[in-house]
């Protein structure tokens, strides 16, 4: 299987709403993934979705969040406004899908013997 890299999500929307969101399954996935570097978290949103037969992701680096020791991690303003924009993403992708008539789901598509 085929895979089309995207790394903004204008592009990625653009993508969606060509032929009509015309979705093998009719299903974009997203999610929100961190992964850590030593003390700091780097925040990215992944959306996938499958058309002919070829997967179309969305590999978007948001920004990194920082360790606040205790309490929550939205409680650092700059943290804060990382996560908002990861939800603002995520919100932006799931309403040009569902503008689509697209079933919007969590998680990531992986081809089979690949790694995320």
Known sequence: MHLVHFSEPDE??????RDGGAAD????????????AGHIT???????FVRAGVIRRL???????????SGRIEDL??????????????TMIGSAARACGLDVRNGQL???GRCA
Do not use: K
């Open 77 to 90: 303003p700059h943290n804060a406004a990382v996560l908002g924009l990861a939800e603002a993403c995520a």
């Open 42 to 48: 780097s925040v990215r949103i992944i959306a996938t």
């Open 110 to 112: 992986v081809p089979v």
């Open 25 to 36: 399954d009719g299903v974009v996935r997203i999610s929100q993934v961190c992964s850590h």
């Open 59 to 69: 590999d978007h680096r948001v920004g990194e969040v920082l360790p606040i020791g």
């Open 12 to 17: 990625f929307i653009a993508e969606v709403r």
